[in-house]
Structures are given as structure tokens and as C-alpha cells.
């Protein structure tokens, strides 16, 4: 129930054509298609709709539960279904020349992108109950300040009160203005890339590589019109009007600008200094261009008039909300370019100045052979990502009109008269600072409008720095013995870590939109050391071997092998968060950080795998909190994986193999990160679900046999 269902589909095909036009040169023609049919579906929603009324296309009510799953498509982000039908199309052609001690290689290389696809995100109209959060108001006064204050318990009282404090749901609509049941959209990109390189053999042991690149991600655009944007600042005061965006063959403007300046220079050493063919040292540097395309497009389809979203916060902090069993469901909505104050949109907006991003990489490393089984490797590895990719908030409270309202709301301002009472710092604090005048607890909102309760912008405002030593150790296959060890010991630093898909636990928009400076910390993907084992053992003993080598004993130990592969992983890091919005910027902050604080008793040490809660404390109002993003580490990984197999040679051509393979052979935890919210005192710091393996099942150690008979 609630769960998602698909059946996906991948094809592809290609043609390459090698054509050898002279003794030096060499002519690689090719053509390549392919597509993927990605479609998500929402199980048990015939019985979430037996809840309640349906909206003209059958769509029930979702009913998010705070500290709870609750009830309905929520992990679906409130649709019923989505489809996803994407591919590429690519032709190119080069030329590979010899001539001395040149190697000359020149090309090109053509790509049209295309998703045809639906998103239908918040379709199912979705109640809210976090009341509490959004307004400040509590369900219940016990007298205990820590009882009082615990925003989970106050948002789930409140749902069980049935108090709703905000309904929504978004409306599709047509190029004419009638509503539709869904939104399909189809992306196109035009992609062009052209290349020139050398390799000159300056010795026989000493060759240098260099060539230029030259990258063309065009500006995606939808085949059918069906794409708008703001091109106007989105703090700025209402009302807004959005504008078709396209191509500009139709005589539509762009979503952003054509980048036409990305060149990518390449180079690269390769030197035998003892020339004997057991030692290399290389080197290498090089720029690489990402483009724009994928979720952060679909994305766009959101904004009018093509999708209306209906937001309606109910609650009113005196009298509190409408009970959920009263609740129609929203009217159907005009389609409208012009979006005005007190709509609460959401839209998802593009920078149109963005220009492509890009990473410089360089490498410097040494291998060496000492004997003919074995090669040693050590790279230094750097990566430098700039102009990357990240959402800010686009309409965030602005600083003035925040500090104008936290001069307001003293005790002391015989203007500071509610029919809730006075305002505090506590007021200033989420939604209340979009919608405070309109729900009668500010006297006046923090921001320049609210026809947008925060905005996704997508800019390029994002950098990164990573650097990494790498070992590598490779036995090859001698007496009956192969391992590969490949350690690395590295460090990765950005200020945002994916424009779209946080790490579990971690949030979207900065802290403060007005300083990104403060999100500089460790990626979300930052592995300070990894150690991976692949072995194969060909156990020495029975028949072919010196030791228990004849008779039925030797038939019985011959053909025996042991293989594996072992994982010693550091932690991911992971970020920390109160329930507070203290520093007034829409947005929940991290707290401070006392390293000398009385650590707090751990109810279950045993998963007990962050930092203990007592080291924590709410920062005052006024600011954010004096930790920093990703500062700890959730658990590890010590995996092994392994294989035990005899072969039986039957006969000439008959063969028979038995296998029991092991995954997780010590059956030990592996944790999931663990809980990093300060507000929640029961699962703060302790890992409560585990990593699962890659198909989905349970990372609980697993036995399986097999038996394949060759012939």
C-alpha cells in the first residue's frame, strides 16, 4: 500500500562502420539509438480513494502523518502514476591518421536528446498538519517546557485532532486552458561536439598527448510549446507574469542563454624512464562540460499556466483548522500566466544567465611491474568543479524587512496587539514570515511577495574541490592465486552536493539563501577511505596437484575455488538539524555545537552510531547555529562477499560446476545513517533501518546454491 510498481524496458542499437582507407589511415563511422520506458505506479491507490471524495479525474485525498508514514501515494510525491519515455540518438564519425611519430585523430559527434514524459506531482490533494512548524500553535500545554516544545508531538496531536492546516494540490491544464488529467511534456537537446588530438612519440619511451575539444550542449526546449519560466526577479514584488519558453525558431525565447564558449583543452604524458617495460609514469589534465537535462528540466512543468497549484492554509492560530472530515476537496482552477499575491506557488525556475558547468581534472601517477604477475599503481587523482549546479531559495525573507519585524515583536511595542497575542522571536519563523499579516499574527510578511512560498532556482552558484590518493595492487593469476586490492584515501569538499536529490536526511536549499559561503563542508558523498578485495584461490590439493592428489581422495578435492570480494568503507557524512527556523530565513537551521557538553544516557548504545545529543543545543533567535554542514560521519561498511565452487570434469565434454555463494558471510549490520534531527530525542543519533543490497532485499547475511552442468 503506498509502495511504487514498474516494469521498466531498455533498448538499444547501433552501427559502426571501420573503413580502412590507406596503410595510415583509419576511417570509425557510427550510428547508435537508444530508449528506456521508465513507468512508476502507485499501489493501493483504489483503496485511497475509497477514503473520500474524488477530484474530476478520480483522484482521492493524501494524508501526510507527522512522525508517521500516513496514508496514501506519499512516496510517489502524491501522484498516481508517472511515465517516462527517454532516449538518444547519436551519429559521429573520426579519423585516425599515422604519420611518423604523430598519431593525428579528429572527429565529430552529433546527439539529439528527447524525454517524452509525465511528472503529475501533488495531482492527489494533499492536507497538511504541521501546525505547530508552520504557525507556532500548540495542540496541547502540559506545563513541561521539553513535553511542550517537541514539534513531533505537537504536529501528531494535531493530526489526531483531525486540524488541518493547509490543503493543496495542483491542476493541469492544455495549450487552449482546459484542464487535464495529466502533463505530459517533450523535451528536446541538440548536442555537437568536435575533437582534434595528438599523440606525438617524442621517444620510444616517452610519448605526449594533447588535443582540443570543443562542446555544444544546446538549451533545451518542449516540441509542443508547452514549457514557461519568469525571466523577472522572483523577489520582487507581484503580481508575475510567465512567459513561454522555446526555441527560438518558433520566435520564443530560450530558457537560457546558448553557451557557445566550451572548449576543452586535453593533455597527457606517458614516460618508461628505465625503458625496460616495467615502469610508467603519467600524467594528465583535462576539462569536462555537464549539461542540463533530465529531472531539473521536468521540473519546469510545473510553473503556469500550464500547472495551477491550489494552496489554501486553512488554520487561523485563535480558532485552529478545519477537521479533516469536513474538507471538500479544491475547486478546478483557471488557467492563468499571471500568478499574484497570496497564491503560495512554488515554481521551479532556470537562471537565465546559466552558463554550462564545468570540472577541471588532473591526474599524476606511477606503476610498476617488479615481476611479471604483479603491478603496483599510485595516482594522485584532483578534480576542481566550477559553475556547478544548485537550487537556492528564489524568493527568500528578505534581511530588512525581517530585522523590521524583529524590532516589532517585543514585549515592550504597545503595537504588538493580536487576537493571539503578541508577536515574539518564536513568531518569525517559517511560514508565518509569507504569511503572517494574512494569518493575523505579523503586521506585515518578511518577503516582497507571497504569490511564492519559496521558489527552486537553479543556478550555476555551486563549487567543489576533490583530491585523492589511489593505490592499486594487482596479482594476476600465478600458482593458482589472483587478488586485486584497490585502496583510496580521499576528500571531497563542496557547497552543494546535487541540485536535486539531497542525501537522505540532508535538505535542499541552503541554510540562507543570502549566504552560500556557510554550505561549504563535506560532500554528501565524501568516502575518506575505501578498501576493495577481489581474490580467486584455486585451492592446491587433489587430483592435478602435489598434496592429496590420487585416488577417490584426490577425484574428491580437485577442482576447488574460493573467490571474493571484501569492502572496508569510512562513513558517508551527514548534517544536523533542529526544528527551528532561528535565524528567520524560511528554513529549519543546525544547531550549536558544545564538544565539552555532558554527553546525555543513550537508550539503545548497541545503534547508537552519531554523536550523543547532548552536545547539541538550540542557537538563539537571531541566528543560525555554529555547526557546520556534513561535520559527522554515519557508520561504515566491512563487507565480504564470497564464493565456494568445485568443478567436476565429468567427461571429455561434459562438466559440472556447484556453487555457494555468501553475501554478508559474518551476517554483520550494516547501518543506515543515523537520525540527525536535535527535535527528535528517541532516534537522534541511532541508526533504526539498514543498507540494503542493491536488489532490494535484506542486507541480512544470504546463502544460495547453484548447479550449472556444461556440455
Not at 614516460?271 to 615502469?279: A, I, S, V
Not at 571531497?492 to 563542508?521: H, M, W, Y
Not at 547532548?614 to 565480504?640: E, K, M, S, T, Y
Amino acid at each position: 500500500m503506498g509502495g511504487t510498481g514498474t516494469l521498466q524496458r531498455r533498448q538499444d542499437a547501433s552501427i559502426h562502420l571501420t573503413s580502412v582507407l590507406g596503410q595510415r589511415v583509419v576511417n570509425n563511422f557510427r550510428f547508435g539509438a537508444n530508449r528506456i520506458n521508465f513507468p512508476l505506479t502507485c499501489q493501493g491507490r483504489d483503496v485511497f480513494n475509497s477514503f473520500g471524495p474524488t477530484d474530476p479525474f478520480g483522484r482521492g485525498q493524501d494524508f501526510p502523518l507527522p512522525g508517521l508514514s500516513g496514508f496514501g501515494c506519499l512516496l510517489q510525491v502524491d501522484r498516481d502514476s508517472s511515465r517516462r519515455f527517454s532516449g538518444t540518438y547519436t551519429v559521429g564519425d573520426d579519423v585516425t591518421w599515422v604519420r611518423g611519430q604523430h598519431t593525428w585523430k579528429v572527429g565529430f559527434e552529433f546527439r539529439k536528446v528527447y524525454s517524452n514524459s509525465t511528472n503529475e506531482f501533488l495531482s492527489r490533494t494533499t492536507v497538511d498538519f504541521n501546525n505547530f512548524s508552520n504557525f507556532g500553535a500548540p495542540a496541547f500545554q502540559t506545563g513541561n517546557s521539553a513535553v511542550d516544545s517537541n514539534t513531533s508531538l505537537q504536529n501528531m496531536a494535531w493530526s489526531l485532532f483531525g486540524a488541518v492546516g493547509s490543503q493543496t494540490q495542483a491542476q493541469f491544464f492544455d495549450k487552449s486552458g482546459n484542464r487535464a488529467p495529466d502533463d505530459p511534456r517533450g523535451f528536446r537537446q541538440p548536442e555537437f561536439g568536435a575533437f582534434f588530438q595528438d599523440s606525438y612519440k617524442i621517444l620510444p619511451n616517452l610519448t605526449f598527448s594533447y588535443g582540443l575539444r570543443y562542446q555544444f550542449n544546446g538549451v533545451p526546449y518542449e516540441v509542443n510549446n508547452l514549457l514557461s519560466t519568469l525571466f523577472t526577479n522572483p523577489s520582487g514584488p507581484a503580481p508575475f507574469t510567465f512567459t513561454i519558453a522555446g526555441d527560438r525558431e518558433h520566435g520564443l525565447p530560450p530558457l537560457y542563454n546558448n553557451d557557445w564558449h566550451d572548449f576543452e583543452p586535453r593533455i597527457g604524458l606517458a614516460w618508461d624512464p628505465f625503458k625496460q617495460g616495467k615502469t610508467s609514469i603519467r600524467a594528465g589534465y583535462g576539462i569536462f562540460h555537464d549539461r542540463v537535462f533530465g529531472q531539473l528540466l521536468g521540473l519546469t512543468r510545473g510553473n503556469p499556466p500550464f500547472q495551477q497549484i491550489f494552496f489554501a492554509p486553512t488554520f487561523n492560530p485563535a480558532a485552529g483548522g478545519p477537521a479533516v472530515s469536513t474538507l471538500s476537496l479544491p475547486p478546478s482552477l483557471t488557467a492563468t500566466a499571471v500568478v499574484n499575491n497570496e497564491a503560495g506557488n512554488f515554481p521551479f525556475l532556470v537562471d537565465p544567465h546559466l552558463r554550462m558547468p564545468y570540472s577541471q581534472n588532473w591526474n599524476f601517477g606511477l606503476q610498476e611491474s617488479p615481476f611479471p604477475s604483479l603491478v603496483i599503481e599510485v595516482d594522485y587523482v584532483g578534480s576542481k568543479g566550477i559553475r556547478l549546479l544548485r537550487v537556492i531559495d528564489g524568493n527568500p525573507p528578505q534581511p530588512n524587512l525581517v530585522a523590521q519585524l524583529e524590532a516589532f515583536c517585543v514585549p515592550t511595542n504597545p503595537a504588538n496587539s493580536f487576537s493571539s497575542g503578541q508577536c515574539d522571536q518564536r513568531t518569525l519563523q517559517f511560514n508565518n514570515l509569507y504569511f503572517g499579516a494574512e494569518s493575523g499574527v505579523l503586521p506585515f510578511d518578511a518577503v516582497n511577495n507571497n504569490a511564492f512560498l519559496h521558489a527552486a532556482f537553479f543556478t550555476g552558484a555551486a563549487s567543489s574541490i576533490y583530491h585523492a590518493l589511489q593505490v592499486n595492487i594487482t596479482k594476476r593469476l600465478s600458482s593458482g592465486l589472483a587478488i586485486q586490492a584497490a585502496y583510496t584515501w580521499s576528500h571531497a569538499i563542496d557547497n552543494s552536493s546535487d541540485p536535486l536529490v539531497p542525501t537522505a536526511g540532508n535538505q535542499e536549499f541552503p541554510r540562507n539563501s543570502f549566504d552560500l559561503n556557510a554550505e561549504r563542508g563535506n560532500s554528501d558523498f565524501d568516502v575518506r577511505q575505501r578498501l576493495v578485495l577481489n581474490y580467486t584461490w584455486e585451492i592446491p590439493v587433489g587430483r592435478g596437484h602435489r598434496h592429496l592428489a590420487d585416488g577417490l581422495t584426490g577425484k574428491i578435492l580437485e577442482g576447488w575455488q574460493l573467490a571474493g570480494i571484501t569492502t572496508f568503507s569510512s562513513g558517508l557524512p551527514f548534517d544536523i538539524f533542529t526544528n527551528l527556523d532561528t535565524a528567520h530565513v524560511g528554513e529549519i537551521q543546525r544547531p550549536d555545537l558544545n564538544p565539552t557538553a555532558i554527553p546525555l544516557p543513550v537508550s539503545a548504545p548497541r545503534i547508537q552510531t552519531g554523536p550523543n545529543l547532548g552536545l547539541f543545543a538550540d542557537p538563539p533567535f537571531g541566528r543560525g547555529g555554529n555547526l557546520v554542514r556534513n561535520r559527522f560521519r554515519g557508520p561504515g561498511i566491512i563487507n565480504w562477499d564470497m564464493v565456494l565452487q568445485k568443478t567436476i570434469h565429468i567427461s571429455e565434454r561434459l562438466g559440472l560446476e556447484l556453487r555457494t555463494e555468501a553475501y554478508n558471510l559474518f551476517n554483520r549490520t550494516q547501518f543506515n545513517q543515523p537520525g540527525n534531527r536535535t527535535s527528535d530525542p528517541g532516534t537522534f543519533g541511532q541508526s533504526t533501518s539498514e543498507v540494503r543490497r542493491a536488489d532490494g532485499t535484506s542486507g541480512a547475511r544470504q546463502i544460495q546454491f547453484g548447479m550449472k552442468l556444461t556440455f
